[in-house]
């Protein structure tokens, strides 16, 4: 592999992780909290919808980002109505809203655009262009460092930057502020957090309102900057895959992000090479193109046990009176 290629790779690693670290630092926020959410695939499908949607009619990519951010936000509410709220099972709140979400993104797309469930394709306005970093131009020349800069920092969409801004962001919040000292508290103890006068219903929808958000922006990431409009469960399983680099990372921000630049670097390579050879073997496209979900499966039965999470994690807050 020569540099040039191995520079490529590295850039699609970028573009394609970055909608897994946004859902996986809203799941971060989510869980942390005490609330699992299983949903964060459904989230980031309707905020895909939405998003294309909505820049398409109006023209406006920052419109069609917004409407994705209440769509998004609008199924976490739902899903803190359900489980915070009623105090329902968090994971079956959390699949009723894949399942929704699926079924829905194609019946509304097929109403409105009657294109197969999917909508017309976004042209310029309606979409995120590359952005190009200061004296990257000028720097391209440079042996090693200049295409390093130029190509692999340079030349990406605003959510990308945004995306990994959010890590180092999302670590100060949950280890230097008051909010996050009393989000993790509420995640492991919220009884104690209620003693101390603090509201751990208040606490919990906040968390839950921050997934929505991330979970929207991911959504109208894939949408408006990584593809040109929206096409039926475009996910592709995003949602699960963050919860699996969720919990290998063990619910820390940085972790994350290694964890998902992981499975961004394998769906890089699935892309780049149909086959690989490794030896005397071959492995063929489709067992790269899985390779992302195998690995799931992997970190979640292997995983699991030894990650823990939140000890007030999936238990719904019941306080003593």
């Known amino acids: 592999m020569d540099f040039t290629t191995a520079l490529q790779i590295l850039d699609s690693t970028v573009r394609l992780s970055t909608p897994l670290l946004l859902a996986c630092l809203a799941g971060l926020f989510s869980e942390r909290s005490g609330i699992f959410d299983i949903g964060l695939e459904g989230k980031m499908l309707m905020a895909a919808f939405i998003s294309a949607a909505f820049a398409f009619t109006t ?14 936000m609008a199924l976490s509410a739902l899903h803190g109505l359900a489980s915070i709220t009623f105090r329902g099972n968090q994971l079956i709140s959390g699949v009723a809203i894949n ?46 460092l200049g295409p390093i800069y130029a190509e692999l920092i340079s030349g990406h ?17 949950l280890y230097r502020t008051r909010f996050g000292l009393r989000l993790r508290a509420v995640g492991e103890n919220p009884a104690a957090v209620d003693t101390a006068g603090v509201s751990v219903i208040g606490m919990r929808y906040a968390a839950v ?5 991330l979970c929207g922006i991911a959504g109208a990431y894939l949408a408006t900057a990584l593809q ?17 680099a969720l919990i290998f990372a063990k619910w820390r921000p940085w972790y994350a992000l290694v964890s998902c630049l992981l499975f961004g670097f394998l769906q890089a390579v699935a892309l780049r090479y149909q086959n690989i050879e490794l030896g005397p073997i071959t492995l063929p496209g489709q067992f790269m193109d899985a390779l992302p979900y ?6 979640l039965a292997g995983f699991v046990g030894r990650a823990i999470p939140p000890r007030a994690g999936g238990e719904p807050y019941v306080k003593e009176r």
Do not use: H
């Open 59 to 72: 023209g406006s990519v920052w419109l069609g980002m917004l409407a994705a951010i209440v769509a998004s």
């Open 99 to 144: 399942f929704l979400a699926a079924g829905l993104t194609v019946l509304i797309a097929q109403n409105w655009f009657g294109l197969g469930g999917r909508t017309p394709s976004l042209e310029t306005g309606a979409r995120f262009e590359s952005l190009t970093l200061p004296l990257a131009d000028s720097l391209a020349g440079v042996p090693v």
């Open 157 to 173: 969409t605003l959510p990308v930057y945004f995306a990994f801004a959010c890590v180092p962001a999302t670590w100060w919040v």
């Open 209 to 213: 309102a921050i997934c929505g958000l």
């Open 228 to 244: 040109a409009g929206f096409i039926k469960d475009m996910t592709a399983g995003r949602g699960y895959i963050a919860l699996a």
């Open 294 to 299: 195998i690995l799931t499966v992997v970190i």
